[in-house]
C-alpha cells in the first residue's frame, strides 16, 4: 500500500528553523514526485515545494524561495523540507502528497507554529 507519513512539526520562535520529514512507503521514489503543501487556519491548502525523486529537481512557492529547502533520501524513501528563517505566516498544517499512477496519495499532516 502507497503510504506517506509527515512528521517533524512543532512550536518555534520567528527566526527559527525547522525540519519536516516525508517516509513514503509501498512505492520507490526514484519515478515520483513528492510535494509539501501547507494549510494555514482558514486559508485554503497551498503548494509549498517538491521534488522529483529520480532527477532531484527541486520546485518552490515564491514566498518560501531562498528560506526552504527540499532533498529527497531514496534510500530512506524520505524526503524532506528543510525550513529556516521562520515567520509567524509559516504557520500551517504541513502535507505531504504524491500523484503515484493517477492518483494522489496524501499523508497526515504535521503542525508548524511559529510564534512572533
Known amino acids: 500500500d502507497v503510504q506517506l507519513q509527515a512528521s517533524g512539526g512543532g512550536l518555534v520562535q520567528a527566526g527559527g528553523s525547522l525540519r519536516l520529514s516525508c517516509a513514503a512507503s509501498?512505492?520507490?521514489?526514484?519515478?515520483?514526485?513528492i510535494g509539501w503543501f501547507r494549510q494555514a487556519p482558514g486559508k485554503e491548502r497551498e503548494g509549498v515545494s517538491c521534488?522529483?525523486?529520480?532527477?532531484?529537481?527541486?520546485h518552490y512557492a515564491d514566498s518560501v524561495k531562498g528560506r526552504f529547502t527540499i532533498s529527497s533520501d531514496n534510500a530512506k524513501r524520505t524526503v524532506y523540507l528543510q525550513m529556516d528563517s521562520l515567520i509567524p505566516e509559516d504557520t500551517a498544517v504541513y502535507y505531504c502528497?504524491?500523484?503515484?499512477?493517477?492518483?494522489?496519495?496524501w499523508g497526515r499532516g504535521t503542525l508548524v507554529t511559529v510564534s512572533s
Open positions: 521534488i522529483h525523486g529520480g532527477n532531484g529537481s527541486p
Open positions: 509501498g512505492f520507490s521514489l526514484d519515478d515520483y514526485t
Open positions: 502528497n504524491t500523484p503515484y499512477r493517477g492518483v494522489t496519495y
